[in-house]
């Protein structure tokens, strides 16, 4: 999702209070920044954020960062989240790479993953955001017992996901290949903005919850 490059984002994003910069100054920081023990979720590459607002909305005693790379689309954020003011939100402008800069280990509760881009280049497989490399990332900073929760519509980018886990001994808590006729995985599911118009589009949704297995 690349916006064009509205004029001003930069200036935008620098002064909204919603947006943490110094991000690598948080880690370990994250329930002193919100000011609450409750637990930190993440979204990475959150787009617009209806997903990461709607959830913040529904779960107050939660706290919830959403993480975007490209600035045009934060902006989107940071203007909804001008308007919501959710006190347990906050925004980093960041490439998900870098994200055990940011967060401590088991900072975080869970991590939600939507829509990621599907990098179908075969050379291209460690950026997706669920090859092992990443889960490697995700394993740092979840906390035991959290999870990393994963829509899609794309399939070949599914699968690809279910063998990376198996790979790198993640365990499978649930999967569907057609999440809004599964009326139990469907139950409280809140649609993102690429949902919608996948779905729309016929579509089915894919999703999965894996977790890491606990250290011995
Ligand atoms: N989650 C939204 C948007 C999906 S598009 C929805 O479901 O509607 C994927 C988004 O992830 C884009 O906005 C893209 O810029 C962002 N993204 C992709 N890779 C990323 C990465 N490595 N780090 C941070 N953001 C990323």
Redesign the pocket.
Known sequence: ??LRNIRGSREAIAESPFVVHGETGQKGNWKALFGNDGPVYI??????G??LMAQAKLHPDRNYVG????SS?LLRAIEKQQQEQLPNVRLIR????YITDVFEKKEAAGIYL????PWPKDRHAK?R?TSRQFLKRYEQIIEPGGIVQF?TDNTALFDFSLEEAKAAGWELLCCTRDLHKDRTLSAGNIM????ERFSAAGNPICMMRIKPRPEM
């Open positions: 999702m690349r979204e990475i590459g959150m787009g617009k209806q997903f993480i975007e790379k490209y689309v960041m490439e998900a790479e939507n829509f990621s881009d950026r955001l829509k993102t903005e690429y949902e």
